[in-house]
């Protein structure tokens, strides 16, 4: 069955690194996302992107976050000038198929602050 | 569409049924789901359910919709210790989705 997959599956930096985060969403599916969870908290809406551009964001995903599809399969999100509380767990997750709404999550990015 | 409520903890003996509910707020939502992430792993759709459904029945999974107390609930027939993780529950409109905070479910043996 085929699967959203991120890379890395675990990330450590210092603060005030630029991390990107990869995701190779399900391969005929249009839309896709990115969700955080801080641990032991809910999974947050982060942004939402169709057809080359962002389509919604949240108030999380301020000027340090970017999202970019740079080819036909990747879809990263970079964060610029890390900061401790944005560790937590990267989610992608893409939408597409029978069901059009269904999202379909990857098995997420750790990502650590220091 | 931000306010998904669910208890936080629930426990249940191996065999017995467990029950997991949501209240949301959104009217609008055009689907409702439940995940279930086991720890260290990603969020796996369990089953979803359309707005206009009553319930929805998936093997050992029942989804039961009260659209107008706007109340979700999942019930689990015949827990096993496998199904101990967290269950969230997640309502879909446009093109964003908003979780819950998640139950916690503990299966004892």
């Known amino acids: 069955e085929p699967e959203v997959t991120q890379t890395p599956s675990h990330q450590v930096t210092q603060m005030g690194q630029e991390v990107i985060l990869r995701c190779v969403p399900i391969s005929n599916h249009l839309y896709f996302y990115w969700y955080r969870q801080i641990l032991g908290q809910k999974v947050e809406f982060l942004v939402s992107?169709?057809?080359?551009?962002?389509?919604?964001k949240s108030e999380i995903f301020d000027d340090q976050f970017s999202v970019e599809r740079p080819d036909g399969s990747n879809f990263t999100l970079k964060i610029r000038s890390t900061k401790l509380e944005d560790s937590a767990m990267y989610f992608c997750?893409?939408?597409?198929?029978?069901?059009?709404?269904?999202?379909?999550f990857g098995p997420g990015t750790r990502l650590l602050v220091l | 569409g931000e306010d998904v409520e669910q208890s936080l903890f629930l426990s249940v003996r191996e065999g017995d049924s467990s029950v997991i509910n949501c209240t949301y707020t959104d009217s609008s939502s055009t689907y409702l789901y439940w995940y279930k992430q086991e720890p260290g792993a990603g969020l796996q759709l369990l089953t979803y359910?359309?707005?206009?459904?009553d319930m929805k029945q998936d093997q050992r999974l029942t989804v039961l919709l009260n659209k107008k107390d706007k109340h979700l609930s999942l019930r689990i027939a015949d827990t096993q210790t496998g199904d101990s993780a967290i269950y969230f529950c997640a309502e879909g409109y446009g093109n964003q989705f908003y979780f819950g905070t998640g139950t916690s479910l503990t299966v004892i043996p």
């Open positions: 359910i359309f707005s206009n459904m």
């Open positions: 997750a893409s939408v597409g198929g029978g069901v059009r709404e269904t999202q379909y």
């Open positions: 992107f169709y057809n080359n551009e962002i389509s919604e």
